[in-house]
């Protein structure tokens, strides 16, 4: 079956009728990575999302499938192991929607790197994340760092690194993946809310109630399991069921503005650390743009439309002018923002970038599994985790699907 509004009253008729091998709370890269691997092993699957697809987290990252290079910086090996095997997967399983980007990192004198620290840094970065002979980094002298960037801070400047990520854009990324997903089977409806758990007679989840936002029916979905995989919103629905863990997250906003070239005329793509904190920001020039971002702040406001403040557009105006300085760029130039919530997993103690990004996977009494934390880059890794936990719970499948 295609992925299609069209289809809605069919879809739902099936969703009414249907008991599912397992039923998907989520339409972000989260949720769809779980369908598609699900439904490719043969599961019946159902998914909700009550906005649009990819409408939350999942369409407002750095547009960036990236290896972690910055997790090195906290001594995250594994994290930057595994994300950037992922991400080399990631492009390979969708080119069309991928795109190699050449990275600059400038080293100052006094920065957060090195050239020493730099290159060693880049090396174990090209070996971990088992990165192709042709996209390894190389180290440049000052000279080279200025011709590949011109508008580079020179005072202090003592070379650079140049390496490789890969640009998306990460809303079509997601639909790609629900659509095979649909291809395979699985059930897909959007603007569809769950309400509520339903159990059966050993206090078992065994589905959902949802309503149609658009036309305010409601109606029982049932699953042999149900899997919470909505992202910011992770802690609001399994406070529906009776069986909750003491996990809780912890969102952080990340903001990125949009400024015309004419106003800065950022020809390569940077990645450089703020002289505020130190946070490592990206700078990328795109289709006659340059967007920069992102900030890393405690959120606690509405997660369907975080909103840009006038001290996130400060921080990045200064960012810009520190690592930038001949651009002066000011708040008018600012042709757009967006921001986006990072479902993280609450470390108490610990500020927004040291919060690790990694995923885990909770099991309530009741069965309810939820899939919290993660990131863009890692979400077919994610899937493959909970679906081989679901397999296990369902005695059904086998994880032959996992490089799909």
């Known amino acids: 079956m295609s992925l299609s509004t069209l289809k809605r009253d069919h879809i739902k008729k099936n969703l009414r009728d249907t008991e599912y091998d397992v039923v998907i709370v989520g339409g972000g890269i989260t949720g769809a990575g779980i369908a598609l691997d699900a439904s490719n092993r043969g599961m019946k699957v159902a998914l909700v999302e009550m906005q649009d697809f990819a409408q939350g987290t999942s369409s407002r990252s750095t547009k ?3 290896g972690g290079l910055r997790y090195l910086k906290q001594l995250q090996v594994g ?3 595994e994300t950037g095997k992922e991400r080399a997967i990631v492009y390979e399983n969708g080119p069309h929607v991928t ?3 050449w990275m600059l990192l400038p080293m100052h004198k006094g920065g957060t790197f090195g050239k020493f ?3 060693i840094g880049l090396a174990m970065y090209d070996r971990l994340a088992g990165v192709k002979k042709s996209e390894r980094k190389k180290m440049l002298s000052k000279q080279e760092t200025l011709n ?3 508008l580079v801070k020179r005072d202090g400047l003592k070379g ?7 640009r998306t854009d990460d809303a079509r990324l997601t639909i790609e993946v629900m659509k095979k997903a649909a291809e395979n089977g699985a059930e897909i409806l959007n603007y569809t809310k769950s309400e509520h758990f339903t159990y059966d007679s050993n206090k078992k989840v065994n589905g959902i109630e949802v309503l149609d936002m658009i036309d305010g029916e409601t109606y029982a979905i049932k699953a042999k399991k149900v899997i919470n995989a909505s992202g910011p919103w992770v802690d609001e629905v399994r406070s529906g069921d009776y069986a909750r863990n003491n996990k809780q997250l912890r969102l952080t906003k990340g903001v990125h503005v949009v400024i015309d070239q004419s106003k800065f005329p950022l020809g390569q793509a940077v990645y450089f650390d703020t002289e505020k904190d130190g946070r490592m920001i990206f700078a990328i020039p795109r289709e006659g743009k340059a967007y920069v971002g992102t900030t890393d702040t405690f959120y606690d406001n509405e997660k369907a439309t975080p909103l840009t403040t006038q001290e996130d557009r400060d921080y990045l105006i200064n960012a810009i002018n520190y690592m930038f300085p001949t651009v002066n760029v000011k708040d008018e130039d600012i042709e757009s923002t967006w921001a986006g919530i990072r479902p993280l997993i609450l470390e108490k103690g610990k500020d927004p970038s040291e919060i690790s990004r990694k995923d885990e996977v909770w099991e309530g009494e009741s069965g309810l599994l939820t899939i919290a934390g993660g990131k863009l880059t890692g979400y077919r890794h994610m899937a493959l985790e909970i679906v081989d936990l679901l397999a296990k719970r369902c005695l059904l499948y086998t994880s032959d699907a996992a490089d799909e």
Do not use: D, I, N
């Open 160 to 166: 650079g690194g140049y390496y490789v990520e890969y």
């Open 117 to 119: 620290s730099t290159s």
């Open 64 to 66: 960036l499938v990236h």
């Open 79 to 81: 994290v930057v192991a």
């Open 148 to 150: 590949k960037e011109p």
């Open 99 to 101: 795109t190699p980007e």
